[in-house]
């Protein structure tokens, strides 16, 4: 079945090999709180889920800082007033994948200015902003 959604191949742990983010946008999966993010890794001749986070929103921030040799991700959590402002949560891997609900420990509000890249934009006429990943340097 094809579900809409959009999908981005990035290199988030530095093994070479970049994983998936796809994050599906179909109404029967997503709700009030957000759509589905999952990160999926190749194996042979097919993926493997490393993580299915739910809730989340547009943009996924992919930050330059990691977290257990895993590429932090930030995510737009959205409130609605007057519940609290919306901010985004920062989700750190940790085995054996990134946090299921950005909005529960051990997801958190992220406090200090994180560097990263924003993918994966809303319908709202901006499109997808696509980089081709950029291989990680080699180790030493």
């Known amino acids: 079945q094809d579900l809409p959604g959009q999908h981005l ?7 070479g090999t970049p994983e998936v983010l796809l994050r599906i ?27 299915r986070t739910t809730l989340t929103w547009a943009p996924v921030v992919v930050s330059e800082h990691r977290t257990s040799g895993w590429s932090d991700l930030l995510l737009w959590q959205r409130a609605d007033p007057p519940r609290g402002a ?13 946090p299921s609900n950005p909005s529960m420990e051990p997801a958190r509000l992220l406090e200090l200015p994180v560097r990263g890249v924003a993918y994966l934009f809303d319908k709202d006429g901006r499109g997808i902003e696509y980089r081709r990943p950029q291989r990680p340097p080699a180790s030493k």
Do not use: H, M, W
């Open 9 to 15: 191949f990035q290199y988030l742990n530095g093994d």
């Open 25 to 51: 946008d179909a109404p029967s999966l997503c709700g009030s709180g957000g759509c589905p993010l999952f990160v999926l890794r190749k194996t042979a001749g097919s993926y493997e889920e490393i993580s």
């Open 86 to 98: 919306s901010y985004y949560a920062l989700l750190e891997f940790e085995s054996p994948g990134y």
